[in-house]
């Protein structure tokens, strides 16, 4: 079982509503992530939180509005999403440091419908 | 910059040995990891490489070549359940961005 925990797990919402999508780790990692998954795609990192500061940002549209509200939480705010952001939202935490502490934790992710 | 080379898919009948390549490269090195995904699931961590050679998990193991920049994963006795993506992924040595390949989609069958 995962130690990353999301919710919700599947989500539909329209073009004009206002979501978020929540996630929880316990392992006290100290950076925590959002990646985007289209079908038979790899992960696509959208956001990371280091220390509960928000150290990467990969151009991700201001629709997405990340949110850390401590080192075990962490938000994505959805606004005025368009279809194509229909996909497989995946949190995930990582310890830090070298090494193994690379090693990236997924949650079981939430699958978005934008219709 | 960084890229990762992997096979679009592969099949294999179960009970057999099937081995995954993965070539990258990288501006440094980081280790090299290998996640499971099952269809509709989150991706799985399955194994850590930062060293030459092989390490054993199990059915499953990875082997790694660092001047090579090419790491295989191997897996026995293949079970129907070992039908996945396996994806090959490389962190960056600063910072906490870790590049996927695309993925090798495994489809083992009777």
């Known amino acids: 079982d995962t130690e990353v925990t999301q919710t919700p797990k599947h989500l539909v919402m329209g073009m004009t509503n206002k979501k978020s999508l929540k996630c929880e780790q316990h392992?006290?990692?100290?950076?925590m992530y959002w990646y985007k998954q289209k079908a038979k795609k790899p992960p696509e990192l959208m956001f990371v939180?280091?220390?509960?500061?928000?150290?990467i940002n990969e151009s991700v549209p201001s629709r997405f509005s990340p949110e850390c509200p401590n080192s075990s939480l962490l938000n994505l705010h959805l606004h005025a999403l368009q279809p194509e952001d229909s996909a497989l939202y995946l949190c995930?935490?990582?310890?830090?440091?070298?090494?193994?502490?690379?090693?990236?934790?997924f949650g079981e992710g939430s699958w978005l419908t934008v219709v | 910059g960084q890229n990762i080379d992997q096979p679009t898919e592969m099949t294999a009948t179960e009970g057999a040995i099937v081995q995954i390549n993965c070539t990258y490269q990288?501006?440094?090195?980081?280790?090299l990891f290998w996640y499971q995904q099952h269809a509709g699931e989150a991706p799985t961590f399955l194994s850590y490489?930062?060293?030459?050679g092989l390490e054993e998990k199990g059915r499953f193991s990875s082997f790694l070549s660092r001047s090579k920049g090419y790491s295989y994963l191997l897996l026995k006795e293949l079970q129907m359940k070992d039908s996945a993506s396996y994806l090959c992924?490389?962190?960056?040595?600063?910072?906490?961005?870790?590049?996927f390949g695309a993925g090798t989609r495994l489809f083992v069958k009777a």
């Open positions: 995930a935490s990582s310890a830090g440091g070298t090494d193994s502490g690379n090693t990236i934790y």
């Open positions: 392992m006290g990692h100290r950076a």
């Open positions: 939180y280091s220390y509960e500061k928000l150290s």
């Open positions: 990288t501006s440094g090195f980081n280790g």
């Open positions: 490489n930062v060293l030459d």
């Open positions: 992924a490389v962190p960056r040595v600063v910072g906490f961005k870790t590049i």
